[in-house]
């Protein structure tokens, strides 16, 4: 794997061969592009991308997907369990997914049909926006979380346009 994996020692719920096999379950094209994967426990990176793109966090966030050019990064800062960095993890990837790796079509099946027909969400930070809906709809994928059975139409597209089984 070419990402790199790092500042997990500063930590005890995950080693980094926890954090490395996650990701091993995910399809090779979703990591295609992502260059690190950070633990940034004082949030030094999240603090410097704010002061950059003069784009604050919303609070609460705890963690980030930042894109550029030649740069893909997800930053994580704040978790307590094991399966609150799993959340974490998969969903911050679900932003690299959802912008890099599904076609144009997809997102707008995404944001144009699947969203107005079916009102319920998998959480209600799900209902924030398109992007957020489907990083949550993908981590609750990739959890096996119960909460998208409730959700068929989110369930058949991440099932069958995203991991195309
Ligand atoms: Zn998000």
């Given amino acids: ?57 919303p609070p609460g966030t705890r963690g980030s997907y930042y894109q550029s050019e030649n740069m893909s990064a997800i930053v994580v800062w704040n978790f307590s369990s094991r399966e609150e960095f ?29 969203r107005p027909r079916e009102p319920q969400t998998v959480s209600t930070y799900a209902r924030k926006n398109s992007r957020e809906d489907f990083s949550e709809s993908y981590a609750a994928w990739v959890n096996k979380d119960p909460s998208l059975d409730k959700c068929p139409l989110r369930k058949a597209f991440i099932k069958h346009e995203v991991f195309a089984e």
């Fill in 86 to 114: 799993y959340h974490i993890l998969y969903h911050e990837v679900g932003h690299y997914v959802f912008m890099r790796t599904l076609r144009q079509h997809q997102r707008d099946q995404w944001m144009k049909e699947i």
């Fill in 1 to 57: 794997m070419q990402i790199l994996v790092a500042g997990f020692d500063r930590q005890k719920f995950v080693s980094r061969d926890d954090v490395i096999t996650a990701l091993l379950r995910l399809p090779e094209l979703h990591l295609r592009g992502i260059k690190v994967v950070r633990y940034d426990p004082n949030r030094i990176i999240a603090t410097t991308m704010t002061w950059l793109t003069d784009e604050p966090l």
